[in-house]
Structure formats: C-alpha cells, structure tokens
Antibody, heavy 118, light 106 residues
Framework: QLQLQESGPGLVKPSETLSLTCTVSGGSISSSSYYWGWIRQPPGKGLEWIGSIYYSGSTYYNPSLKSRVTISVDTSKNQFSLKLSSVTAADTAVYYC??????????WGQGTLVTVSS | DIQMTQSPSSLSASVGDRVTITCRASQSISSYLNWYQQKPGKAPKLLIYAASSLQSGVPSRFSGSGSGTDFTLTISSLQPEDFATYYCQQSYSTITFGPGTKVDIK
C-alpha cells in the first residue's frame, strides 16, 4: 500500500524559508505514470494547489505562488521536497503531499501543520 | 485561473437522505473534475474522478455526473460516516479546488 509522509519544522519565522519533505513508501517515486504534488490548507479554510514534480525533475507551479516555490525530487531516497520562501502569517497552513495520478490526487499524506510566527 | 464554485456551502441532512452537491466551473473543463471527502483533522479522500468514475473502494452510494461547466455529486442514501466536507477539483488547467460543502447532521 502506497504511503506518503510529510516531515519538517512546525514553526517558521516570518521572511524565512519553509522546507518540507515527503517520503514515499510502498512504491517508487520514479514510476512513469505519476506526478507528485503539494497542497496546503489554512486553518478552517479550503485547499490550495502549490505545485507538482515528475521524477525527471519537471515541475508545475501554481502561478500565484510560483515566485516563491521550489519543488525538487530525490529518487535515491524516494522523496520530494517543498521550499517556500519569504513566508508570512498567510502561509500558515496544513501542508499535504500527494500522488497525482493522471489528473487526480489519489494518495495523500496525513498533513503537517506549519505555523509562521516570530 | 479557472474558478470553481460549490453550492450549497453547507447543508444539514439526516441518515438515509439523498444529498446533491453542485460544482460549477468558470469555463468549460470537459470532464476534468474530481470530488474529495474530508473529515476533520484528516487528509482529503478521492471519491470520484473524471466527473463520474468511482474510485476503487468507495461505496456505490456516491456518484458523480456532469461535463463542461456544471457537475453534481450525489449521495444516494446518507450514512453516518458521510458527514464531512466535500470539495470539487478541476484538472483542466492549473489545479484549483472549490470552496467546499459541509454536510452535517440535521
């Protein structure tokens, strides 16, 4: 059974860079059929797509976040990562990683809350 | 960006009720529409993909329909475990989600 697990600091200071890693188990991140993505959800609010990456390194980003987002992949560790720069309180959210199968998100991590505060 | 709207934003229903949630796209998205269920403190769960295809393991009381700009999620007979928030999501262009519909107990 495929599993995804987010990890990283739960607290980030304003203006700094948020960094999270998603570890995939029970399957290979190098599968040719899938992209791997990041989604976030501010407390009590809806879902926002951040971006996705293919195992080759090809990326797609939400235009509204593109200037601050970098997604990378490490196939040797079966992991992919998110970096979001210049964070503010508006970036406080639960961050999810997920598998993008064709055009839908079929496997999700449990999510990790990142709070931006000094 | 393609904007997604959902109606209603919330509804109250009883076990056994038939529930219908509507999702509308700001432009045609063909059948590139998916539905998710989210319970408090949990990740979203895929229910329906490509507008009407039932994800493996999802009960058959869930169904989806529509194409173009208007889509519907129907729960034929609401069960206690179905009380949750439901989101639509388009993948025709940069992924966007609807604002959600919360289904709670009447």
């Amino acid at each position: 059974q495929l599993q995804l697990q987010e990890s990283g600091p739960g607290l980030v200071k304003p203006s700094e860079t948020l960094s999270l890693t998603c570890t995939v188990s029970g399957g290979s991140i190098s599968s040719s059929s899938y992209y791997w993505g990041w989604i976030r959800q501010p407390p009590g609010k809806g879902l926002e797509w951040i971006g996705s990456i293919y195992y080759s390194g090809s990326t797609y980003y939400n235009p509204s976040l593109k200037s601050r987002v970098t997604i990378s992949v490490d196939t040797s560790k079966n992991q992919f990562s998110l970096k979001l720069s210049s964070v503010t309180a508006a970036d406080t959210a639960v961050y999810y990683c997920a598998r993008l199968g064709y055009d839908f998100l079929d496997y999700w991590g449990q999510g990790t809350l990142v709070t931006v505060s000094s | 960006d393609i904007q997604m709207t959902q109606s209603p934003s919330s509804l109250s229903a009883s076990v056994g009720d038939r529930v219908t949630i509507t999702c509308r796209a700001s432009q045609s998205i063909s059948s590139y529409l998916n539905w998710y269920q989210q319970k408090p403190g949990k990740a979203p769960k895929l229910l329906i993909y490509a507008a009407s295809s039932l994800q493996s393991g999802v009960p058959s009381r869930f169904s989806g329909s529509g194409s173009g700009t208007d889509f519907t999620l129907t729960i034929s007979s609401l069960q206690p475990e179905d009380f949750a928030t439901y989101y639509c999501q388009q993948s025709y262009s940069t992924i966007t989600f609807g604002p959600g519909t919360k289904v709670d107990i009447k």
